[in-house]
C-alpha cells in the first residue's frame, strides 16, 4: 500500500509496536501510516472523554513521535491529533 490510514484505532490496540510494525510490512518502500488518536500534548488539555476504559494507550505526543520517527504532527481538535510515520 501506498498509505495505511488509521483513526480511532490505535489507542485500542494492546500491542501497539507489533500493529505499527503490521503496517510497515503492509507499505510500499516510501508509504506512509497515518494514525488519528488522542494524545497527551502540552499544549492542550485533553478532553475527559478520551480518558475510558476502552483506550488501553493514551500516549504522549513526544514520546510517541520520537517512537516512531513521525514525519509530521496536526491537530484536528483536541483529542484527535494526527501522527505521520
Known amino acids: 500500500f501506498d498509505t495505511i490510514i488509521a483513526m480511532d484505532v490505535f489507542e485500542h490496540v ?3 509496536e507489533r500493529f505499527i ?3 510497515k510490512k ?7 501510516i497515518i494514525l ?3 494524545l497527551l500534548c502540552d499544549d492542550v488539555e485533553l478532553p475527559p472523554q478520551h480518558f475510558m476504559p ?7 505526543k513526544d514520546y ?11 491537530r484536528w ?4 491529533e494526527i501522527i505521520v510515520i
Do not use: N, R, Y
Open 14 to 16: 494492546e500491542d501497539s
Open 21 to 23: 510494525e503490521g503496517c
Open 26 to 32: 503492509l507499505l510500499k518502500k516510501d508509504g506512509v
Open 36 to 38: 488519528m488518536l488522542p
Open 54 to 60: 476502552e483506550h488501553i494507550h493514551i500516549f504522549k
Open 64 to 74: 510517541l513521535m520520537q517512537k516512531l520517527g513521525a514525519k509530521q504532527f496536526d
Open 77 to 80: 481538535t483536541p483529542g484527535h
